[in-house]
């Protein structure tokens, strides 16, 4: 699999990568697709962090405003500090992925509870049912329901104030990832029916060797990710070419008052689109 270096300047009015409140996004799947259809989206990958729960509100909304709805996800590992895989047309039903996926939500929620431990231990009053009190709806908890329930106690302004005092590496509760390795999320994806492209590769420390992770089935690479400049675009796709490699992208929005993405403003070449739509499962 090849991604080409060449690319239509066409944008197609698809999104790749966005998240919702079931797992750190601030929109419901409903409201979600409402906003895109407002932007002019005409399909979209749902590709919440390891839960897939949302995918039938985002189906009946995408029938509702004409949008096309495909079922992704994007699982969180343990390697690089910040590694992480998006699934793409993966099986929302399947029952390896269920069990899967419980098993990494269960390891969220410890490492959620380790933060909230430290917060205390450093002055920070704060407790678990806190940070989920007001959103019965997460399925996948997450550092940022700690930064937003801090923002409700008046402790920060912002979840970005969060990760810089309390949150981020080597801040005073960070605790490291407890999710699966990067070879156990490829399986997980391709054991549910997917493919994987590794997410946000500016993010990943440069002095690491990506060729394992293509041996162990690495489909892609989000060489379109929403902050990269033109330069990094490039570079990712000579990566992808050596790799032998397919190039997606997508904007990584999280919504409202969380500074993740802008739903509608990144957009992939037509082209690029146009090789990955039928491996995408688009419901229509």
Request: proline share 5%; charged share 25%.
């Amino acid at each position: 699999m090849r991604s080409p270096l060449r690319c239509n300047p066409l944008p197609a009015r698809a999104e790749l990568h966005c998240h919702t409140t079931c797992s750190d996004g601030t929109l419901s799947p409903a409201k979600l697709i409402a906003r895109a259809k407002k932007a002019g989206i005409r399909a979209l990958v749902l590709t919440d962090h390891d839960t897939v729960s949302g995918i039938e509100e985002a189906r009946a909304a995408g029938r509702e405003h004409g949008v096309r709805i495909a079922c992704g996800i994007e699982i969180n590992t343990a390697e690089g500090g910040n590694i992480h895989v998006l699934g793409y047309g993966i099986d929302s039903e399947s029952e390896s992925l269920a069990l899967r996926l419980n098993e990494f939500r269960l390891t969220r929620r410890q490492r959620a509870e380790k933060i909230v431990d430290r917060l205390k231990d450093h002055g920070v009053d704060l407790s678990y049912d806190e940070v989920v009190g007001e959103a019965k709806d997460i399925d996948s908890i997450g550092r940022p329901h700690i930064a937003d329930a801090l923002k409700r106690k008046g402790i920060v302004r912002s979840r970005s104030e969060a990760f810089e005092r309390f949150l981020a590496p080597g801040k005073a509760a960070f605790v490291d990832s407890m999710g699966p390795s990067v070879a156990e999320a490829i399986e997980t994806i391709r054991d549910a029916g997917g493919w994987s492209s590794l997410a946000h590769p500016g993010t990943v420390d440069p002095a690491i060797d990506w060729r394992p992770w293509v041996d162990a089935g690495l489909s892609a690479i989000e060489a379109y990710y929403g902050s990269h400049t033109g330069p990094q675009v490039e570079k990712y796709l000579a990566a992808a070419k050596r790799y032998g490699l397919l190039a997606t992208g997508g904007s990584d929005y999280h919504g409202p008052g969380t500074g993740r993405g802008d739903l509608g403003k990144h957009r992939l070449p037509e082209d690029v689109f146009a090789a990955l739509e039928l491996r995408l499962k688009f419901d229509v």
